[in-house]
């Protein structure tokens, strides 16, 4: 397959990308620091996240509960703030770098063959209306789901370690903590 066409399917591919649930460990090198999460997910905005450890998000789908310093600090789901980059690889086609017509900062540019057979490399340049320029993405989707599986520029970048899809996750593990509860280790 030629580059434009494996271009073209891996495109296709993301903008297609379904998730149900999962679970897995995303780990993310920014300039050498790097953050664990382990997280996990369910339609429509369930999510379980711990970072290095510690639990930094639990949302049922409606209401979501982060720790503060005194105590448990409560947002709709929608506005949950866990990783913009986990999401955006779980669901490629709402990301603003590379997934929505018109907002995005990137622009596909080549295609090749990953690192093995059930990946493709996507490489992006960014568009000159990001400010500052920003530098080239390679991006790491599995050939099956369209999920980015990993991701890379200079001085950083963002993988999936057991990820695994279709994942039995019962709704009790996205159980919010009781209102006045102050301890961020909260678990279901």
Known sequence: MDSSSLLSRALHLMQNAKVETARGLWISD???RVQRRQFLFRTPLCWRVEVDG???VVSDGERAAVPGPDGWVWTPA???H???ALRAMLFP?????W???GTDQYQAESAGPGPNPGLVLVRYKALDTTEPQAPPIS???DAGTGIIMRWTAPGSSQRFEELVLD???PQSAFRLPQAGSPDPTFLP
């Open 30 to 32: 920014v300039d050498g």
């Open 54 to 56: 510690h639990l930094a």
């Open 78 to 80: 929608e506005r949950t």
């Open 82 to 84: 866990h990783s913009g």
């Open 93 to 97: 086609a709402e990301a603003p770098l």
């Open 99 to 101: 997934g929505r017509p």
């Open 139 to 141: 991006a790491f989707v």
């Open 167 to 169: 994942a039995d996750i």
